[in-house]
């Protein structure tokens, strides 16, 4: 018993030390207006928008989200196969119990060969209760390595579940953009549609007192059509988005039309986002926590494939009572017990564990280059995330600097026009492009906002570990 106690100690296979993973102390891109180092944004990032049916749609979202629902009972079967690892560690007890009526062959070789008094039950009854048990003890750790690699792959599925979560977050708040940004582009092309039919309305009276031309009217008629062409797809847009939120929900497509229906703008985004640095960066990543936890759980199965190269050692026993008769079942001279050790080894093998121990060691070699892949990934899409958040927010201030100097351009078109200074094909020009820059700047607003919710998703969904 001090040799096992002693041996017990022992572990084969590495040790898990995780690798060390080097990051930028700064971002490669200079500061940006609107972006800073401080690290103290909340993990709840989607409430910097200020918009409380976001809020809402994130909230319901979390509790009944089909995807998340997979992902948490996942988490539930890796806890329970590491609870059936630990129970590996500890003995086995079984109990049986059987009756059984039998009758032997009186001319069977031995008994039918021998002189046997009258009366001799070939029919009887056996009773028999008992309790069997065996311990394998883990004298050289390859369990217990079991047990630290179902531990990692629990680990692992709980990140897994976090990624699942901030992937659904992010995608509710991208769809929820997407519907405003539509609804927001639809209601200047209404207004403008409107404008320009009143335009037309203008176009034709001048034809009729002789100020304009028949060529006016035609080109008048073509921006209204052009503007009446751009409806549907904006339409099909809000639809599309409203029904990828219902879906997100958890519930029928058409679900949260009536909700949803009312125009709102784009929530506008913080004058301020906290970024943090990009050595912060991996210890909020789930999904670069999962590679790491995955790179764990391969390296313990070294050490199970290396413990079949040992013998195990058992302890086994058993206790009971068996009698022919139920009236003596517990007199002492039906009791029977048996324990002692056992020990199995694969003394010849011709390679197989050391052909296994080369298998898992190159599988442990594999997720330990896709644990440095997805931290050089996510260093990538935080670097893009942050380049295309700030130069849209560049795009964004330019795109309304033209917009107003497009409706100064057609207000100058209109005062000159009436004066005969310029043409009518001017004052067209001028509302083309007075609605071309309406509707960039729109989706300039969806572009900031969208590029906001993929930085906080980049960045790990806030500076809270979950």
């Known amino acids: 018993m001090i040799c096992i106690a002693g041996a017990s100690g022992c572990v084969v296979g590495p040790d898990y ?90 001319n069977q070789p031995l008994i039918g060969s021998l002189p046997l008094p009258r009366g001799f039950p070939f029919e009887y009854s056996l009773y028999q209760v008992g309790f069997d048990a065996s311990w394998e003890i883990d004298l050289f750790g390859g369990k217990r390595r079991a047990l630290e690699a179902a531990t990692a792959d629990w680990q692992g599925a709980i990140e897994a579940r976090n990624d699942a979560m901030l992937s659904l977050l992010a995608e509710v708040a991208r769809n929820f953009v997407e519907l405003r940004g539509a609804q927001q582009r639809l209601a200047i092309a209404h207004r403008d549609l409107e404008l ?3 335009a037309l309305d203008l176009t034709r009276a001048r034809l009729q007192g002789g100020v304009a031309t028949e060529l006016d009217v035609t080109r008048a008629a073509a921006l209204l059509s052009e503007m009446q062409a751009a409806i549907p797809p904006l339409v099909a847009a809000e639809r599309a988005a409203m029904y990828g939120l219902a879906v997100l929900l958890g519930q029928q497509p058409g679900a949260l039309l009536a909700e949803l229906s009312p125009s709102i703008a784009v929530p506008p985004t913080p004058p301020e986002v906290p970024i943090g640095l990009p050595s912060d960066l991996l210890r909020r990543r789930p999904d670069v926590r999962r590679a790491e936890r995955q790179l764990a759980a391969e390296t313990a199965r070294i050490g199970v494939a290396k413990a079949e190269w040992f013998p195990k050692v058992s302890l086994t026993g058993d206790v009971g009572a068996e009698s022919v008769s139920v ?9 029977f017990w048996s324990i002692g050790p056992s ?30 892949k997805a931290v050089l990934v996510s260093l990538q899409e935080a670097e893009d995330a942050v380049v295309a958040y700030a130069q849209e927010r560049n795009r964004h201030q330019a795109l309304a600097d033209a917009v107003a100097e497009n409706r100064h351009s ?11 200074s310029v043409t009518f094909l001017d004052v067209l020009d001028a509302q083309r492009s007075l609605y071309q820059a309406d509707d960039q700047l729109a989706l300039s607003d969806q572009a900031v906002a969208l590029d906001l919710i993929v930085l906080y998703k980049a960045l790990g969904g806030g500076w809270d570990t979950p």
């Open 327 to 335: 009236s003596n079942w517990f007199e002492p001279g039906s009791r």
């Open 196 to 198: 320009q039919e009143q």
């Open 410 to 420: 057609l207000e100058l078109a209109n005062s000159l026009y009436n004066h005969g």
């Open 343 to 372: 020990v199995q080894w694969n003394a010849l093998d011709f390679g197989r564990v050391r052909a296994q121990v080369r298998a898992q060691s190159a599988v442990q070699e594999a997720a330990l280059a896709t644990y440095q």
């Open 17 to 106: 030390h995780p690798p060390a993973a080097t990051a930028p102390t700064a971002w490669t891109s200079p500061a940006a207006d609107g972006l800073t180092d401080k690290a103290s944004a909340p993990s709840s990032w989607w409430a910097s928008f200020n918009d409380v049916e976001l809020d809402s749609l994130i909230q319901r979202a979390a509790q009944s989200n089909l995807d998340l629902r997979v992902a948490e009972a996942r988490v539930r079967q890796a806890r329970a196969i590491r609870g059936g690892s630990a129970a590996d560690l500890a003995p086995a007890v079984d109990a049986s119990a059987s009756a059984a009526r039998a009758k032997q062959s009186q």
